[in-house]
C-alpha cells in the first residue's frame, strides 16, 4: 500500500535543481516555486524550492531515490563553487562507500610587494 512520504533536504536553487535533472534525463514541469517531476525515479514527486522539502509517492520513490538526487544536486553545486572561485576540477571519483571525490586545481594570481 502506498503512502505519501516527505523528505527535508536543502534543494532550493532553481538552477542547479534543473540542472539535476537535466543532466539524469528526466522530465520536470516548473509550477511557481515547485519542481513537478514527471519522469525518471522521482516521477511523481515534487520539490518545493521554499522549503526543500521532497514530496512523493512510496510505490515510486523513496529515502534511497531522494538521496541518490541529493547527491546530485550536490554535485552540481560543488561544480557551481568551483566555476565562481575559479578552480578547475581535474577528476572526479566515485568512492566504494558512494561518496564523490573531486580533485580541483586553484587557478588564483598573487603579487608580492
Do not use: C
Not at 7 to 34: F, R
Not at 46 to 63: A, E, P, Q
Amino acid at each position: 500500500m502506498s503512502h505519501r512520504t516527505r523528505h527535508s533536504t536543502d534543494i532550493k536553487d532553481l538552477n542547479l535543481a534543473t540542472q539535476t535533472l537535466k543532466d539524469a534525463g528526466w522530465e520536470y514541469k516548473k509550477e511557481g516555486s515547485t519542481l513537478r517531476i514527471t519522469s525518471g525515479p522521482m516521477r511523481y514527486s515534487t520539490i518545493d524550492l521554499r522549503t526543500g522539502i521532497v514530496t512523493g509517492d512510496s510505490d515510486f520513490h523513496n529515502r534511497r531515490t531522494v538521496g541518490a538526487f541529493r547527491q546530485r544536486y550536490s554535485e552540481q553545486r560543488v561544480r557551481q563553487e568551483a566555476v565562481k572561485s575559479g578552480a578547475t576540477i581535474e577528476s572526479r571519483e566515485v568512492l566504494q562507500n558512494g561518496d564523490i571525490r573531486f580533485v580541483m586545481t586553484a587557478n588564483f594570481s598573487a603579487s608580492f610587494g
